[in-house]
């Protein structure tokens, strides 16, 4: 993706604030007049609405039979981050449900090797919240929240929400006795045409997954199955790194989001149990063909990333040395050689242990139930600006960057220690550092 990265590398001068504008992305983009409008093209199929088929509008018919949004911009508000209902009534309108069960036979444990965990029998590895013509979606997820309390080393005290996960309404009979709930926020997408641009090798250098220097830190690669390829490669996108490429995430969102076939993904995800959902309408075979699908990848992987903020200020500074002495950088690595240049991603992009507390219970490929890949911090700080609000985590359970600090624990606990020992001072500078990012 030569071209992609050069564009991805032009965009990083983009004005801070700004990256959810496709009109600045394009008056920066150093590229050729056929980029500039598959650029456009991919970002129109991004946000415009699909429709349920047969429609007029043939270019983008084909929504459902059973789905969870009608289009991309519809999670990635801004084509930033995503978030949990906000109130009581609020729907998972950014936030999907993936399912899964222990894989025990020889059938489940197919399964698992190419979707990463075995699917539910009746309802598949995701959760589509709606149905079209009269269809009944597959039932309403809910979060309730329990408290936990702490305090810091000053005395200072604080409240953490832990979300409780449960599916109402199932349409389409019981879920399986063992089923394995997560909930997953969309992720920010700018900046991932560069992580696509960095070597394997380099990702897997960090890796240390037997702690083999004793710092405590063991990250390790998943390892997923790639579509197109036909075999397992690394895994690098996604909260657990369970997606190795734009495309087939991209096709992933399409095919479990919006009910969208393509070439990656050629079948409804309508299991044997929906049968009515088989028998309604398409919008061709496949709805989004590979000249498309393609457009919209090159539009997503060119999403640029904003310019730091306030590199000078001594505060920022001060919180910089924080984020480094408190164990923080482990993780959030701040810097690849692959990409020379400022911002950096502060990630490894490789999985590690977060601990009881943030574990979901649901192994995904070479990830456990508790494992996480390290998300990128750049553009952090313009979370409100871009997307209007400020939680984090991958189900959005963190009201703001403390408490998603406060959230770490497993490999991450010293540096959770670290934070908690903090003072007043010394916590808004790590946090003003943060939201420089």
Request: charged share 15%; with cysteine; hydrophobic share 35%.
């Amino acid at each position: 993706m030569h071209s992609t990265l050069a564009i991805a590398l032009a965009n990083l001068l983009a004005l801070p604030g700004l990256a959810n504008s496709d009109e600045r992305s394009l008056s920066v983009v150093e590229g050729n007049a056929q980029q500039h409008e598959d650029f456009a093209i991919g970002g129109a199929f991004f946000q415009q609405p699909w429709v349920i088929a047969p429609a007029s509008t043939t270019a983008r018919d084909g929504l459902g039979p059973l789905f969870k949004a009608n289009s991309c911009i519809t999670c990635h508000v801004g084509h930033g981050r995503g978030h949990p209902p906000l109130t009581d009534t609020e729907p998972f309108l950014s936030t999907l449900v993936k399912l899964g069960i222990p894989a025990h036979t020889t059938e489940q444990q197919a399964q698992a090797q190419t979707l990463g965990v075995a699917p539910d029998p009746t309802y598949g590895d995701h959760l589509q919240p709606l149905g079209i013509k009269g269809l009944p979606g597959e039932g309403t997820p809910r979060f309730t929240y329990s408290e936990i309390n702490g305090q810091f080393k000053d005395g200072e005290h604080y409240t953490l929400q832990k979300p409780i996960l449960t599916v109402e309404n199932l349409h389409y009979g019981a879920l399986a006795h063992d089923i394995q709930f997560s909930a997953r926020v969309a992720p920010p997408l700018p900046g991932m045409g560069l992580l696509e641009s960095i070597p394997e090798a380099e990702i897997l250098a960090n890796a240390d997954p037997d702690d083999t220097n004793g710092d405590g830190i063991s990250g390790k690669a998943n390892q997923v199955w790639d579509i197109a390829q036909q075999q397992t490669v690394l895994g690098r996108f996604s909260w657990k790194a369970n997606q190795p490429s734009i495309r087939q995430q991209s096709a992933d969102a399409f095919h479990n989001d919006m009910g969208i076939t393509s070439s990656l993904f050629p079948e409804q995800p309508c299991s044997a149990a929906q049968t009515d959902c088989h028998t309604l309408p398409d919008g061709g075979k496949p709805e989004i063909p590979d000249d498309l699908l393609e457009k919209v990848v090159f539009h997503v992987a060119n999403q640029s990333v904003p310019a730091r903020r306030e590199v000078d200020d001594p505060t920022v500074i001060q919180g910089q040395k924080l984020f480094q002495q408190a164990g923080c950088a482990a993780c959030h690595v701040a810097r690849f050689a692959a990409l020379n240049q400022q911002p950096q991603p502060y990630s490894d992009l490789l999985l590690h242990d977060m601990g009881a507390g943030l574990a979901d219970n649901r192994p995904e490929f070479s990830a456990s139930g508790s494992e996480w890949r390290t998300p990128p911090l750049w553009g952090i700080g313009l979370t409100e600006t871009i997307s209007g609000h400020t939680r984090f985590l991958h189900d959005g359970r963190a009201r703001n960057l403390l408490e998603a600090i406060l959230w770490h624990g497993g490999e991450s606990s010293q540096a959770q220690q670290s934070v908690l020992a903090m003072n007043t001072t010394e916590r808004k500078a790590l946090l003003r550092f943060l939201n420089s990012l």
